[in-house]
């Protein structure tokens, strides 16, 4: 199928969506909910909490449909709505942030490695060891690729919080990457 196909087929069942067909929400709930899983997993504390951002997200992307532009691309907006509710869902559970100061991780020279042989699957595993806050932060960092400023804006704490969050959701990843490694080296022996 070519890419204006695609288009033409995620439109048809789009507008259908705006009629309220049922049969084209679930076309284009099982279009997506791959790449919808992808997105919410990172962002959660496992399976079931990433499906339920991802029909929250759903939800929201069938209620506010007359919003999008159809001659755009959709995968773009379907992803904004699932970070924004992945966001909603971690303010939701996450009472208080604690405020870090960025001092506690100054002068701690980090370098950083390219770590092949690992899976995508170990690699979300391990990011999902993370606490909520530093997972956060770190996936709308580097995965998202939203500055400082704009993450503190969406989160509602301040600059220096989401660059400690950082610093510390690195340096607990290159622990349990320090963890993984050393048991994968028990195993081998």
Known sequence: MSNLDNHNEINKHLKG?????????????QMFYSYGMSVCIRYSNDRDEAVEILNEGFMKVFTNLKKFDLSKPFKPWLRKILINCSINNFKAKQKKFLEE??????????????????????IVEMIQKLSPA?????????????????IADMLG???????????KAKKNLREILNEFFQDDYVKTK
């Open 101 to 122: 100061s960025i001092e506690e991780s100054k002068g701690k020279e980090v370098q950083e490695e390219i770590i092949s042989g690992i899976s995508y699957q170990e």
């Open 134 to 150: 530093y997972r956060t932060v770190f996936n709308l960092y580097v995965i998202e690729g939203y500055k400082h400023e704009e």
């Open 157 to 167: 704490i301040s600059v220096g919080t989401s660059k400690s969050n950082l610093a």
């Open 17 to 29: 969506c705006l009629k309220n067909d049922r049969r084209s929400q679930k076309a284009i709930y």
